[in-house]
Nanobody, 121 residues
């Protein structure tokens, strides 16, 4: 099995910064993509940003220029640097990994447990 462990959420004032991290471990053969989603109260989960093993990256329009995704492939870890945070960024942030299992070579989406980010005005 593959496990994702997130860290780095918290409470910050508007204009501040936070850095989220997500480490994947377990029976991983390879990772196709890593990314971050978020879900605000009463809203659907939405993609924040994702990056593929080929190096392509995309961002939601609402976070472009403020958030940056990065990875450490040798550690199977993905980061989300969030700057100039706004109250509307308040949500539970979920790490997502598209990976090939090292057990049966099946491809699956894996999710972190979620970490709360709260931005006060």
């Amino acid at each position: 099995q593959v496990q994702l462990v997130e860290s780095g959420g918290g409470l910050v004032q508007a204009g501040g910064s936070l850095r989220l991290s997500c480490a994947a471990s377990g029976a991983i053969f390879s990772i196709n993509a890593m990314g971050w989603y978020r879900q605000a109260p009463g809203k659907q989960r939405e993609l924040v940003t994702a990056t593929t093993s080929f190096g392509s990256t995309n961002y939601a329009d609402s976070v472009k220029g403020r958030f940056t995704i990065s990875t450490e492939h040798d550690k199977n870890t993905v980061y989300l640097q969030m700057n100039s945070l706004k109250p509307e960024d308040t949500a539970v942030y979920y790490c997502n990994v598209d990976a090939i299992s090292g057990v049966d070579m099946s491809r699956s989406d894996y999710w972190g447990q979620g970490t709360q980010v709260t931005v006060s005005s």
